[in-house]
């Protein structure tokens, strides 16, 4: 064998043979500047601020006071998430706007009467007209009783902390000028059958808007589980296996059930967040939502936009979510903001930071990704469309039975590459690279047949 020739074989070996078998990592990335000082900037007091506001609204039940010029129940504090949006958009050189998405719910068999919903969206428009991102939070609250407006309910977990973290998101990016379009969205009526989240991703989908990503924020203020556990160093990503609407067929041939565009959002997200925050984790869970529960996440799903998933806390505390404020045999029940760890709702914003920042300044996604199956054989060929933004694509690869990518391969800027990977042992997909080195999610290709 001619040394080019054992060099070759060397090199197929290290890529397709001994360490994929291994499982080696992927090569250490670091952390792109500006990303890292919009995540250095999330401020716990503001986060704790907002949540202590909310909180002094007495009520945000659906069914709560409706008036505008109240300092109680949910429009007021509508008007309040609203006004500070509108603070934040005052300094983005009029890149962001500030409306209310309101509308009439009509009775459900849960609801006494039709109710008026009322959803705070900013937006902070990007140079690409063709991606937007969209970080989510509610700010309707539940005690006891969802119906009940008249009780006390502070919300302060549930969902203040997805809102304090939506805006200390906005306030900290809104001097950027990002690729993508984001939304900081702060739905209403989510206790009750996420009315607030439904309405608005159903006008995105009837608009043909292109929603690339949906983070959801529900719950993620809380370190401390009901039973005692603490992982004050991880955050649980819940997504779903697959569109309702899937070719399940299809996705059996290929084994493609562990590929949807919400488990590539989780995977890409995973990979993220450490490279800002070394020191904290993504909890993967391979799953829709925890049992019992569901999320605004899901409004998005149904209308379409099947890359959606949901932050969570790694361990709650039921008794402090949606119960009425007391004491019982000596146990303080409540979502009440003393149970608020701002320490962890710092991280946990700064995790949808990092992943949202990443998504709207890096580069596109390829599209039109295709396997190409041309006859039998030991190799992969991956072919897309060019993304506009990349300067370089990678094609990623793990074992079936890995939840995380194991390899990579720079292929440069081509449309078209072969991996020495065997692709029936191995998932592959094809994600791009920009100029300052920041990585779109990846994309699972379609197999195609020539
Ligand atoms: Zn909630």
């Known amino acids: 064998m001619r040394p080019h020739q054992l060099f070759a074989l060397l090199c197929a070996l290290a890529v397709g043979g001994f360490a994929v078998a291994r499982g080696a990592a992927q090569p250490a990335r670091t952390p792109y500047s500006p990303i890292a000082s919009m995540v250095d900037a999330v401020n716990a007091d503001r986060l704790q601020g907002t949540i202590d506001a909310l909180v002094a609204f007495g009520t945000r039940n659906d069914f709560s006071e409706q008036s505008s010029t109240a300092r109680h129940g949910v429009f007021a504090a509508r008007d309040w998430i609203a006004a500070q949006l509108r603070r934040i958009a005052a300094g983005a050189d009029g890149r962001m706007t500030v409306a209310l998405d309101t509308y009439l719910q009509p009775k459900t068999r849960r609801t006494p009467r039709a109710v008026l919903e009322s959803s705070v969206i900013a937006t902070l428009r990007g140079d690409s007209p ?6 989510s939070s509610h700010f309707d609250d539940c005690d006891g009783d969802c119906t009940d407006g008249a009780g006390v309910a502070p919300g302060a977990d549930d969902n203040g902390s997805g809102v304090a973290a939506v ?3 906005a306030r900290v990016m809104s001097a950027t000028h990002f690729r993508g379009t984001i939304v900081f969205a702060c739905f209403d009526g989510e206790e009750l059958g996420l009315w607030g989240s439904s309405h608005f991703a159903r006008g995105l989908a009837a608009a043909g808007r292109p929603v690339l990503a949906v983070l959801n924020n529900d719950i993620i203020g809380n370190s401390l589980g009901g039973d005692g556990a603490s992982e004050p160093n991880m955050i649980r990503v819940f997504s779903q296996a697959l569109p309702l609407h899937a070719d399940f067929a299809r996705v059996n041939l290929v084994g493609s059930e562990n590929d949807s565009q919400s488990r590539e959002l989780s995977r890409f997200i995973a990979e993220t967040v450490p490279l800002y925050l070394p020191d904290f984790g993504v909890r993967q869970i391979f799953r829709a939502d925890r049992f019992l529960r569901g ?3 899901e409004s998005f799903q149904d209308a379409g936009y099947s890359a959606a998933i ?5 361990h709650e505390n039921f008794t402090h979510q949606h119960q009425n404020v007391r004491v019982q045999d000596g146990v303080q029940y409540g979502d009440l ?5 701002r320490a962890y709702l710092r991280r946990a914003t700064q995790a949808n930071v990092a992943a949202l920042a990443t998504l709207a300044l890096g580069p596109a996604p390829p599209s039109a990704v295709q396997m190409v199956l041309k006859r039998l054989g030991y190799d992969s060929t991956l072919r897309w469309r060019a993304a506009p933004d990349a300067v370089s694509y990678e094609i990623v690869w793990r074992s079936t039975d890995a939840p995380q990518w194991q390899q990579v391969r720079n292929v440069g800027d081509v449309a078209q590459a072969t991996v020495p990977v065997s692709k029936d042992d191995y998932v592959l997909a094809v994600r791009s690279v920009d100029s300052n080195g920041l990585r779109s999610p990846a994309v699972y290709p379609v197999a195609v047949r020539e």
């Open 337 to 341: 903001p003393q149970y608020i760890d």
């Open 130 to 135: 063709g991606r937007i991102y969209v970080m």
């Open 167 to 169: 805006l200390e998101a």
């Open 310 to 314: 949901r932050f969570v806390e790694p």
């Open 295 to 297: 999320g605004d996440q």
